[in-house]
C-alpha cells in the first residue's frame, strides 16, 4: 500500500468538554455525488477516535506542500494531552464548530453518516455539509513510499 500516493489530509474533531482534537489521516476518500459523502478510516486506539465517534461531527484540512510539519505534529502521539491546534492559524466551522487550518489548500465540514467496523480501524462515513477553498493554489502534500512528496 506504500506505493498508492494519497493527499495528506487533517481530519478534526471536538469531544464533550469542546476540546479540539486532530490527527494526520491520508486514508480519505470520496464516496458519493449524491448525498455527496466522503470517509477516512480512523484506527481504534488513535487519539481522535473516541471523540470522533461522540460528536458526529468532523472537518477535514487538505494540506500543501508546505505543511509537512503540520502533518508530522498531527501524526505524533505526542500530541494527546496538549492543546493541539495551539498557536496554528484556524478558524471554527460555521457548520461544526470545528477547527479548520486556515492556510490548507482545501476543507470540507462533515457529519458522520454511517461507521463500519475495519479491523482496527473504524470506517468513518460523512456527509459534506460544506466546502471551501483555502487562500492560495499550493501544491498538495502527498505521502507515497512512506515518505512525503509533492508535485514538483
Excluded at 27 to 49: G, I, K, M
Excluded at 103 to 108: D, Y
Excluded at 109 to 122: I, K, L, N, S, V
Aim: hydrophobic share 40%; glycine share 12%; with cysteine.
Amino acid at each position: 500500500m506504500s506505493r498508492l500516493a494519497g493527499g495528506v489530509t487533517v481530519v478534526a474533531t471536538v469531544d464533550g468538554d469542546g476540546v479540539p482534537h486532530g490527527m494526520t489521516v491520508n486514508a480519505l476518500t470520496s464516496v458519493s455525488l449524491e448525498p455527496l459523502l466522503v470517509l477516512f478510516c480512523c484506527e481504534r486506539d488513535a487519539s481522535l477516535h473516541a471523540p470522533v465517534m461522540t460528536s458526529g461531527r468532523w472537518t477535514v484540512s487538505m494540506l500543501t506542500s508546505d505543511q509537512e510539519q503540520l502533518s508530522r505534529w498531527f501524526a505524533t502521539r505526542e500530541r494527546r494531552g496538549t492543546e493541539q491546534f495551539a498557536g496554528l492559524a484556524t478558524r471554527v466551522g460555521g457548520h461544526t464548530g470545528v477547527p479548520l487550518l486556515t492556510e490548507a489548500l482545501a476543507w470540507l465540514e462533515c457529519r458522520t453518516w454511517a461507521t463500519y467496523d475495519g479491523g482496527d480501524h473504524t470506517i468513518v462515513v460523512g456527509e459534506v455539509l460544506d466546502v471551501g477553498l483555502g487562500p492560495g493554489d499550493g501544491d498538495p502534500l502527498l505521502y507515497f513510499a512512506s515518505d512525503y512528496r509533492t508535485l514538483r
